[in-house]
């Protein structure tokens, strides 16, 4: 069981930066993929970025690619999502999952966070 919490979710200019984070409970963190993914208000949710166990990995949307970096810190039993360049487009929910595989896939993540608000102002 993983039981997991994002924060650093806020309001931004469009442009700027904001770095979340999702801690993570239990001793297993290090062995599974994580992943990043979002929802807006009316749309479904979707694929942000995932990294592997190792974090030798990483996996982006191309809505994101060159915008977005993940990372994680197995010590610490957190990952992050470092955003940049951001966009209105990028507001949504954040949430965060833990999952087997280093796939897009929602139904391949098991544990997933409450979410965090990203607001992007224009």
């Known amino acids: 069981q993983v039981q997991l919490v994002e924060s650093g979710g806020g309001l931004v200019q469009a442009g700027g930066s904001l770095r979340l984070s999702c801690a993570a409970s239990?001793?297993?963190?290090?062995?599974?993929?994580m992943g990043w993914f979002r929802q807006a208000p009316g749309k479904e949710r979707e694929f942000v970025t995932a990294?592997?166990?190792?974090?030798?990995?990483?996996l982006y949307a191309d809505s994101v690619k060159g915008r977005f970096t993940i990372s994680r810190d197995n010590a610490k039993n957190t990952v992050f999502l470092q955003m940049a360049s951001l966009k209105p487009e990028d507001t949504a929910f954040y949430y965060c999952?833990?999952?087997?595989?280093?796939?897009?896939?929602?139904?391949?993540?098991?544990?997933w966070g409450q979410g965090t608000q990203v607001t992007v102002s224009s």
């Open positions: 999952a833990a999952g087997g595989r280093l796939v897009r896939e929602t139904r391949n993540y098991s544990y």
């Open positions: 239990g001793r297993t963190f290090s062995s599974y993929v």
């Open positions: 990294i592997s166990w190792s974090g030798g990995s990483t």
